[in-house]
């Protein structure tokens, strides 16, 4: 079974739909991340969760929220969907003090 | 600001060696990374090396940091078909967020 899993794997919707992703893991790790992937600019940081009180706002973070319901669980919504949020959404988990990050195999979002 | 740029295409042969470059400027990156991407997958980790190391060599992998010029390097021996890929550099601190800043991307391709 996978380690870091995202739900849905595919999305399709319309310009101004609330839409969630969701991001699941069984490592145990207290660090979440959400990153978004783009053709040609590699993938940037829409927000990062220490633990379950712990979020905080990445480099590209406005027209996004997220929400820590548990540690192992870190869901990203989109409050109003525009077209330039169509990319491949990848969620990330680490271990406070470890070097590396483990990533999900991302969610493709395309909005019409 | 960080900042982490790769060349976007690489070509090689079957057999040959594959050298894939990176340049970052945050001179407080202690940890630097190797991810594989390939098509319609996540990112897979392969590598990384704590920036106090000049060299570090996992089987066919070999990685160089040249740490005044801000430059590391992904040598791959006996490239494969199967290590047609996009690889990705990234960089961290291992202070606050540790989430990655990553280059584009750069995209090899092995001719059998």
């Known amino acids: 079974d996978a380690d870091v899993t995202q739900t849905p794997r595919n999305r399709i919707t319309k310009t101004g739909k609330r839409i969630m992703l969701e991001c699941s893991q069984t490592?145990?790790?207290?660090?979440m991340y959400w990153y978004r992937q783009d053709p040609g600019l590699g993938l940037r940081l829409i927000y990062y969760?220490?633990?379950?009180?712990?979020?905080n706002k990445g480099e590209i973070s406005d027209g996004y929220s997220v929400s820590r319901q548990a540690q192992a669980k870190f869901s990203l919504s989109l409050e109003s969907a525009i077209p330039n949020q169509t990319a491949l959404y990848f969620c990330?988990?680490?271990?406070?003090?470890?070097?590396?990050?483990?990533f999900g195999p991302g969610t493709r979002l395309t909005v019409l | 600001g960080e900042d982490v740029e790769q060349s976007l295409f690489l070509s090689v042969r079957e057999g040959d060696s594959s050298v894939i470059n990176c340049t970052y400027t945050?001179?407080?990156?202690?940890?630097l990374y190797w991810y594989k991407q390939e098509p319609g997958a996540g990112l897979q980790l392969l590598t990384y090396?704590?920036?106090?190391?000049d060299m570090k060599q996992d089987q066919r992998l070999t990685v160089l940091l040249n740490k005044k010029d801000k430059h590391l390097s992904l040598r791959i021996a006996d490239t494969q078909t199967g290590d047609s890929a996009i690889y990705f550099c990234?960089?961290?601190?291992?202070?606050?967020?540790?989430?990655?800043?990553f280059g584009s991307g750069t995209r090899l391709q092995v001719q059998p």
């Open positions: 990330a988990t680490s271990l406070q003090g470890a070097a590396e990050q483990f």
């Open positions: 490592k145990g790790h207290d660090r």
């Open positions: 969760s220490f633990d379950v009180k712990d979020i």
């Open positions: 945050d001179s407080s990156s202690t940890y």
């Open positions: 090396i704590f920036s106090n190391m």
């Open positions: 990234a960089e961290s601190m291992n202070t606050g967020r540790r989430a990655l800043t």
